[in-house]
């Protein structure tokens, strides 16, 4: 029982009781056993309406008043991670920031791993568009990349990755101006636990979900 009931004026919870108390009409002879069961669901069920009474009278939060805080957290958090996206990229100028923060939405799995089906099958094409768009060609290792086993990842002349930069969870689409080329490490590391992309759509999540 919470402590606001606690205050609640109990003898408009006997009196209503006992109201309650007087509809009562056995069908047969009821024990005196039987009357204190009667009368204590009735000092409950009076209570419990009190108490709903109660939380029914308490002012609505107005969530609304904290929206402009929540954007003005993923616009920081956003213009971070387009600044460590650069700083990684090897054509950072190809990177432009057209996400709005206060329009960012988390996906949901299925379409995410829609949108990402969709992505390896055009995969070759908007790299191409990407390449006419930037009028230069999408880097390729010059040497081999090994991963920490010492096991070798890319072979040269592979291509770097492609990363979404505004990331298809999060609402990006398959387009040739939503893509930038990355090394791998480089991005894995912007999708790693700590990187800026992560970062970004657990701010996301959180918004939401607040």
């Known amino acids: 029982m919470s402590g606001e009931f606690l205050h609640t004026d109990v003898k408009d919870i ?37 108490a709903s009474d109660n939380e029914m009278s308490k002012p609505s ?7 402009p805080e929540k954007i003005k957290v993923l616009e920081e958090v956003k213009d971070k991670y387009i600044s460590d996206l650069k700083s990684k990229s090897d054509c950072p100028e190809s990177i432009k920031d057209n996400i709005d923060a206060s329009k960012l939405e988390k996906t949901s799995p299925e379409e995410n791993a829609k949108l990402r089906e969709e992505f390896e099958q055009n995969k070759k094409d908007l790299i191409a568009q990407w390449e006419k768009d ?36 999060l609402g990006g689409k398959n387009e040739a101006s939503n893509i930038t080329p990355l090394d791998c490490k480089k991005h894995q590391e912007v999708h790693s636990k700590n990187g800026t992309c992560t970062n970004l759509v657990e701010k996301v999540k959180g918004a939401q979900n607040e």
């Open 14 to 50: 006997k009196s209503e009781a006992s109201e309650n108390y007087k509809d009562i009409k056995p069908e047969k002879e009821m024990s005196i056993k039987d009357i204190k069961a009667a009368v204590i669901d009735e000092f409950k069920k009076a209570a419990n309406d009190k």
């Open 61 to 67: 939060v107005d969530n609304t008043k904290n929206e």
């Open 134 to 169: 930037n009028n230069t060609e999408w880097p390729k290792y010059t040497e081999p990349v090994y991963n920490v086993d010492g096991k070798m990842i890319k072979k040269v002349g592979y291509r770097y990755d492609a990363h979404h930069i505004q990331p298809l969870e």
